[in-house]
């Protein structure tokens, strides 16, 4: 998955609107956070020590079936939120924080506003 490059393309939303490619990219990603069980999977990954995760932590703390815990972090690695490294017979996760910063300047808005 590309980077969404918001910030280089454009201002946050208070400045200018952004264009029809960056407003797709950006809710392709607010989608993939729509969803209550990916986003407790980012909020494990992202408090889990060291910044990484096993999936077998991710999967303990849910009470459903492999296959759908793997649906929801595949989405997530598909918009840009995790990478993903296997060592030995698991695989660990962590948080792309380029893209979380991101879409933080993105909706980042003044009090006046």
Not at 26 to 52: M, Q, T, Y
Request: glycine share 6%; net charge negative; proline share 6%.
């Amino acid at each position: 998955m590309e980077p969404l490059e918001l910030l280089e393309c454009s201002a946050p939303l208070t400045r200018e609107p952004l264009n029809a490619g960056q407003a797709a990219a950006a809710a392709r990603v607010f989608k993939a956070l729509g969803d209550p069980v990916r986003l407790r999977i980012l909020s494990i990954v992202a408090s889990h020590g060291g910044g990484e995760a096993c999936v077998c932590d991710i999967t303990a703390a849910f009470d459903l079936s492999q296959p759908t815990i793997s649906h929801h972090l595949k989405v997530l690695k598909e918009v840009g939120l995790l990478v993903s490294e296997r060592r030995a017979s698991w695989v660990y996760y962590r948080l792309v924080p380029e893209t979380l910063g991101e879409l933080s300047a993105l909706i980042d808005v003044p009090a006046t506003a």
